[in-house]
């Protein structure tokens, strides 16, 4: 997933030199690429109620995740308004005066949808970097809360990528942080998915081996 991510950026950037006006109108705001998103998130939402029922342990925190994945999509239609239904859409508007929740505080709570990422990564990051250390204790209970659906190596290393890409190209790239958004939603949730699909077996492994080793 690593290298995906890298070429996913890579490509990104020489299309903003190659087709400019392309780049931007692919990815504009409900744009072609927004509704690739829609998608994945519809692809990832029944890939983690799957992993729900697949896996042995963190099942709370796979439901957890579909119900984020389903709200995001909520989130990204503008409750139904993208789609010119308005069940939803009509009475938000009506009691906050908008159709979204993400845009509040002039957008900043639009980054407290990372924090449940944030976690499932975290989680990857001390299993295969600090597996010792967070054998127990609050770490452990963090690690425990996401079972054997704790991202590989080479998942978690990606996310990190993205995170480095969104800093240093967000700062190099200002002119498109709009688009850049847009490229990293797309990253994250075609992840996500491959996080749910993952094979069990490893991560199990991960699971149980750590508390093994810190009662040796």
Request: with cysteine; aromatic share 10%.
């Amino acid at each position: 997933m690593t290298w995906i991510v890298g070429i996913t950026y890579l490509f990104f950037m020489v299309m903003t030199f190659v087709a400019p006006a392309f780049t931007r109108d692919f990815s504009a705001k409900e744009g072609p690429l927004e509704h690739v998103q829609h998608m994945l998130l519809v692809a990832g939402i029944g890939a983690w109620v799957v992993a729900a029922f697949r896996a042995a342990k963190g099942r709370g925190s796979a439901v957890a995740i579909a119900c984020l994945l389903t709200f995001v999509l909520g989130e990204e239609l503008n409750w139904g308004e993208v789609l010119g239904i308005t069940a939803v859409s009509d009475p938000l508007r009506r009691a906050i005066g908008r159709t979204n929740l993400h845009n509040f505080g002039r957008g900043l709570s639009y980054h407290l949808f990372a924090l449940p990422l944030l976690a499932l990564f975290g989680a990857g990051f001390f299993a295969h970097f600090a597996p010792k250390r967070s054998s127990s204790g609050w770490l452990g209970a963090w690690r425990t809360a996401f079972g054997d659906l704790i991202p590989t190596r080479d998942q978690t290393l990606a996310a990190g990528l993205v995170g480095v890409c969104t800093v240093v190209l967000g700062l190099a790239m200002s002119a498109w942080e709009s688009e850049l958004d847009e490229v990293k939603e797309t990253v994250v949730y075609g992840l996500l998915i491959a996080v749910a699909m993952e094979r069990r077996e490893e991560r199990r492994a991960l699971v149980i081996k750590a508390p093994r080793a810190s009662a040796a």
